[in-house]
T-cell receptor
Framework: EAQVTQNPRYLITVTGKKLTVTCSQNMNHEYMSWYRQDPGLGLRQIYYSMNVEVTDKGDVPEGYKVSRKEKRNFPLILESPSPNQTSLYFC??????????FGPGTRLTVL | AQKITQTQPGMFVQEKEAVTLDCTYDTSDPSYGLFWYKQPSSGEMIFLIYQGSYDQQNATEGRYSLNFQKARKSANLVISASQLGDSAMYFCAMREGVNGANSKLTFGKGITLSVRP
């Protein structure tokens, strides 16, 4: 089954404790992206990747890192999480200009 | 200026009736794509329908259709024969450029739809 998976689905952590949210797709898509969703703001792009070893900042990259060492994986790293990073996070993938398909979301709470 | 505007407050529709969810967009790029996604209470983002800026006909996918008015820069979603399972948040989104350096989706703030039995 074609899908985008994210782990964990739910995470409660404390300020400053490094964490990684994994994202994996099995559709051989070149493009992958991370979004965060906050009430009243819709979804905003954090980082994106056009292909392996090609990543760039989106609209709200501060406090996040990503890597793309393999085509299927695109982890999101929070080196020192803060409460303002409490949010619902989505990973998405697509062929370069096709419809983006989203993972199930990761609900993160930073205390 | 907002690139995607969804200004309707929460919408209500009677089961089996049709409903239109409004979306206006702003871009100077002649090539763009418009998308609608559904987000039920469980939280996942479900792709519904796509309209390309050069498409001559309005997109349709089952009970979903997109009323694309290019001159007005609007891309309203029409859901026919509403079902209880259509109750969700609906997002309009736009991707600019054909082979853009970033296939970023710019989202509106969403519209909540409630279907009444």
């Amino acid at each position: 089954e074609a899908q985008v998976t994210q782990n964990p689905r739910y995470l409660i952590t404390v300020t400053g404790k490094k964490l990684t949210v994994t994202c994996s797709q099995n559709m051989n898509h070149e493009y992958m992206s991370w979004y965060r969703q906050d009430p009243g703001l819709g979804l905003r792009q954090i980082y994106y990747s056009m292909n392996v070893e090609v990543t760039d900042k989106g609209d709200v990259p501060e406090g996040y890192k990503v890597s793309r060492k393999e085509k299927r994986n695109f982890p999101l790293i929070l080196e020192s999480p803060s409460p303002n990073q409490t949010s619902l996070y989505f990973c998405a993938s697509s062929r370069l200009t096709d419809t983006q398909y989203f993972g199930p979301g990761t609900r993160l709470t930073v205390l | 200026a907002q690139k995607i505007t969804q200004t309707q407050p929460g919408m209500f529709v009677q089961e089996k009736e049709a409903v239109t969810l409004d979306c206006t967009y702003d871009t100077s790029d002649p090539s763009y794509g418009l998308f609608w996604y559904k987000q039920p209470s469980s939280g996942e983002m479900i792709f519904l329908i796509y309209q390309g800026s050069y498409d001559q006909q309005n997109a349709t996918e089952g009970r979903y259709s997109l009323n694309f008015q290019k001159a007005r820069k609007s891309a309203n979603l029409v859901i026919s024969a509403s079902q209880l399972g259509d109750s969700a948040m609906y997002f309009c989104a736009m991707r600019e450029g054909v082979n853009g350096a970033n296939s970023k989706l710019t989202f509106g703030k969403g519209i909540t739809l409630s279907v009444r039995p």
